[in-house]
């Protein structure tokens, strides 16, 4: 039984295991590796009851602590959500292993050979929020790309995530792998993850999820690097060239198909010309399909819209709300995006290509999008397989983070004695 | 004139300059870029007698301040090492544009094309010591690859990279580019690189070049990302089945052809079975060289070896000294260099393919050699053209950073009305 008590020597000892196990992990074969997924996948299917009961305890903490019906969704676990992520671990075991891969090769007129080679990035540690099964994602992704992990669980769902990590553990053991390749901070107590953030000694990079309070925790304390995961302020720009059915198409999948989702329409920026035509034929389809518009003042729409307030632009409503507003151009557009997404996706519905071009050339975003749902910001409809999340920062990893994202790299440089002049 | 009283203010007002560059930036032809490059180069060569006088004061400052030689090498600036500067300015201008590179293309299931992006980082700080061609090299890199660069010169170079500077916005003017695409801090104030660190509103990266001091600095205080550039402890293992030519040849370069650079060997490990015999002879052949050898007790070499101390090992020289000792076999040399390296460069003289292997496989530095010398670390010796430096973080670019590593990316996703089932 660890002492949860002292926090301090606690993560200290948790790091160290996960540095001390990075050197198997860095040169286990990609056989032991399937292997170790395989069999946590067993044991999270063998184990089924348990993470239930567990997750049992965790839904009566929600309860009591007054979560919202939308985080208690994202807390619950049934038998299909448990096939899920049975179906996600056997899905990254399947995965071509990323390590060893060679990225580059060429020889240089001095006579050497040079290759990029990608290795894993060592320790990484993931901080989560509410949903459980980020802990096997997390896990089979980190063990998948060679890193040890330290995986920091919301406090909600803490049952739930000890429950499955213990069958990841099941998976390591069955595979002769260490088991400190995966470990969960095994205490809700937040000075946890301020030690997390500041082990410069044995983590690599820190991978949060989460909303603002979490990122914002991060920026201010992390003295590891960071693979930022801002929330989804997901922006849609109608053009005036949009072609109707299209429009009609993709922001109603992108708002609702599913709310809960980083990749979810927030907002929607409606060319001035078309606010009339086809911008009210747009927001008239959000409200029938059960939508809350928040809408700009002097915006055409549906009866029962409610006057937007300050705090509605540039907000991850994760619910069945959109912000709605005016611009007049792409420009315009562009420009009040700059000033509120968070680089995550936004999109253009339109025809004319010189907008499509323009917008594309001038955001940002980790994603862009072109007649096409925001709800496809994700690693699997990218065919990447499965991912830790969308990165938002412009360092290393970004876009949908799967395995590969969680590799660095080294340059092995051969010669035969060779001198430079 | 700025005022640089106010250093919050004046450092402010430089970030939002730069955030302002990078829209002009991010979209520049290539071929703007290129001509800001040549104009600039010209610039240079121009006005090389105003940076040979600015570069007097600097020398006279240095020998004040009882600068090493070596320091004051790295300081000076003559014609030759001026002309070196516009060879650099014009081998940038002339490579290949590295922005809107297509990097990855693929077709989905769902009708998606999906392609990633290269695209500058944004605004880039670039923090480095003594030498000021430095002031050239980065400008010119962060502007080939559409990035606006913040640039802290040493204090040492102060007046130097101010007149290097001046030509660098000449070059911008010439190509009406944004001056404050490339900005230098204009007081030697230490406060202004604590603001650098901190401005995440306006830097999105910062590349730390020097000492340990600074390297130090930036780990503590940085809130924004950093392509960390620690300095050189570069450690050669000589291994029993070394081929004894070849020993000699790459050891004797890589610690004598340059002492002054990143990629000069600074530690000898030598296998125990081979120290009275090849180790013995290669660092007799040091000592004939002239380097002042550091060795571990008991360590067969020839007379005049200094007894090494505790503050010799996971040292960078950057002179003519070495440290020296034996170890039992490559497993050792491999846990003897990750306790004291820095991840920028290590090698192996072997013939023995198990053990290069092994070397290569559980070594994570950023460069890893096979008898070859070490001063081969170098963008130039890699083929990647001219160099900000070699960095040994584990994110984003690693190893020698050229334009093509100051890029980020974006994914770019075209549908046609395409909704996510």
């Not at 292997?35 to 929600?62: H, M, P, S, Y």
């Not at 803490?158 to 901070?185: T, W, Y």
């Not at 001035?272 to 809408?295: P, Q, S």
């Not at 996706?345 to 862009?368: M, P, Y």
Request: proline share 3%; net charge negative.
């Amino acid at each position: 039984m660890k002492d949860t008590d002292n926090i301090p020597a606690l993560m200290a000892d948790i790091g160290k295991r996960a540095k001390a196990a990075t050197t198997a992990l860095a040169t286990a074969t990609a056989e032991r590796k399937h292997a170790a997924l395989i069999a946590a996948a067993d044991a999270v299917w063998a184990r089924r009851a348990e993470i239930i009961a567990a997750n049992a305890k965790d839904l009566d903490f929600g309860r009591d602590k007054g979560l919202s019906a939308a985080m208690m969704d994202r807390l619950m676990l049934d038998e299909g959500r448990i096939q899920s992520m049975v179906d996600g671990l056997r899905a990254v075991a399947e995965q071509a292993d990323p390590v060893g891969a060679v990225l580059a090769e060429w020889d240089m007129p001095s006579g050497l050979n040079i290759q990029r080679v990608a290795t894993p990035l060592g320790v990484i540690g993931v901080i989560y929020e509410s949903r459980p099964n980020v802990t096997a994602d997390a896990g089979a992704l980190c063990l998948k790309s060679g890193n040890a992990v330290i995986l920091r669980g919301g406090s909600e769902s803490f049952h739930s995530s000890g429950a499955i990590h213990a069958c990841l553990v099941d998976g390591l053991r069955a595979a002769n792998l260490p088991e400190e390749s995966i470990q969960l901070i095994p205490t809700r107590d937040r000075a946890a993850v301020q030690a997390l953030l500041t082990m410069t000694d044995y983590v690599d990079v820190i991978v949060p999820r989460g909303g603002k309070g979490l990122v914002g925790l991060v920026q201010r304390e992390a003295r590891v690097p960071v693979f930022a995961h801002l929330e989804g302020i997901v922006h849609i720009y109608l053009d005036k060239s949009a072609d109707p059915q299209k429009a009609l198409d993709v922001i109603l999948n992108a708002k609702t198909r599913r709310t809960g989702i980083c990749g979810s329409a927030e907002c929607l920026l409606i060319h001035r010309d078309i606010a009339d035509t086809l911008g009210r034929d747009v927001l008239d389809a959000l409200a029938a399909a059960g939508v809350e518009i928040r809408a700009e003042a002097g915006l055409p729409g549906p009866d029962g819209m409610i006057a937007a307030t300050d705090e509605d632009w540039g907000k991850e409503f994760l619910d069945s709300i959109i912000a709605a507003r005016q611009v007049d151009d792409v420009d315009a557009a562009i420009a009040y995006i700059r000033d509120h997404h968070s680089q995550h996706t936004d999109c253009i519905i339109a025809e004319d290509q010189a907008a499509v071009d323009r917008f594309f050339a001038t955001l940002d975003s980790a994603i862009l999008m072109h007649n096409a749902s925001t709800q496809f910001a994700d690693g699997g409809e990218f065919g990447m397989g499965a991912e830790i999340g969308i990165a938002t920062g412009k360092m290393h990893a970004r876009g949908p983070v799967g395995a590969t994202q969680l590799t660095s790299f080294k340059y092995l440089v051969r010669g035969n004695g060779t001198t430079r002049p």
